[in-house]
């Protein structure tokens, strides 16, 4: 059982950036395709960006050319690096191990004008 932990949010300023953690412990995740969400309106999950073991990555059209997605496979860690944020951006940010289905309990980033 594969447990994941977020952490990096905050309080920042429109135009700032921020760095997301999520650490995984209980398995080694290096070959696991790893997601970064967050939490829609409607109380759903938004995709944002996901990276494969092979370090493959994808981009939802929100974050595109804003976003880095990374992984630290020593760290047993994968990152979200997001620029240029907007009030949109404010959200609970979760990670998520697409092979085990396992979500992390979030953090939430919070942006002010």
């Known amino acids: 059982q594969v447990q994941l932990v977020e952490s990096g949010g905050g309080l920042v300023q429109t135009g700032g950036s921020l760095r997301l953690s999520c650490i995984a412990s209980?398995?080694?995740?290096?070959?696991?395709?790893m997601g970064w969400y967050r939490q829609a309106p409607d109380n759903g999950t938004d995709f944002l960006a996901m990276i494969s073991g092979f370090g493959l990555t994808t981009y939802s059209d929100r974050v595109k050319g804003r976003a880095t997605i990374s992984r630290d496979n020593t760290q047993n860690a994968v990152f979200l690096q997001m620029n240029k944020l907007t009030l949109d951006d404010s959200s609970v940010y979760y990670c998520?191990?697409?092979?085990?289905?396992?979500w992390g309990p979030g953090t939430q980033v919070t942006v002010s004008s």
């Open positions: 209980g398995r080694d995740i290096s070959d696991d395709t």
């Open positions: 998520k191990n697409l092979h085990t289905k396992s």
